[in-house]
């Protein structure tokens, strides 16, 4: 298959978006179903793969789906590249923003079962206006492909 530039990452032309698997297109497939589709796809060249930490059955809960890109890719986690996306409603009274994003942050690398992702964003922009928006957007150019145990300074 052929490849595609993303700032410093080489991904397959063809990307797979996994929402479908957790809501969205009518029926949810099996988990079975949905891990073996995904496996197939990487098997026949994908190496991009689409999820959000919101993508959950009527989107009632969170990482339905990371759960199942995480299952699915485990193995072959070193040869994709996995991107995620953060759902940011508010940050709580008292809370900073680096650490609510740090907080969704590390759920998304747990279901994924991995220690990093390599694209990382908000899902909605204008969920995060003014000087949120600016130091969440701070974190993210610091946190490109950092390891889970890394902390990037705001």
């Not at 410093?8 to 978006?17: L, Y």
Request: hydrophobic share 35%.
């Amino acid at each position: 298959m052929k490849t595609r530039i993303l700032r410093d990452i080489e991904v397959s032309a063809v990307g797979m978006g996994c929402m479908a698997f957790s809501h969205g297109y009518g029926k949810i497939p099996s988990e079975e179903y949905s891990i073996e589709a995904i496996q197939n796809a990487y098997r026949h060249g994908c190496t991009l793969f689409d999820t959000a930490e919101v993508y959950s059955p009527n989107l009632s809960g969170i990482g339905h789906n990371e759960l199942i890109v995480g299952k699915a890719l485990e193995d072959a986690r070193d040869d994709v590249v996995i991107a995620t996306k953060l759902m940011l409603h508010s940050v709580g009274f008292g809370r900073k923003v680096y650490d609510e994003i740090r907080r969704h942050l590390e759920g998304s690398l747990d279901r994924l079962r991995t220690d990093y992702v390599d694209i990382y964003y908000l899902h909605r922009t204008e969920q995060v206006q003014g000087l949120r928006s600016q130091r969440a957007w701070r974190f993210f150019n610091h946190y490109h492909k950092t390891k889970k145990s890394s902390q990037p300074k705001l």
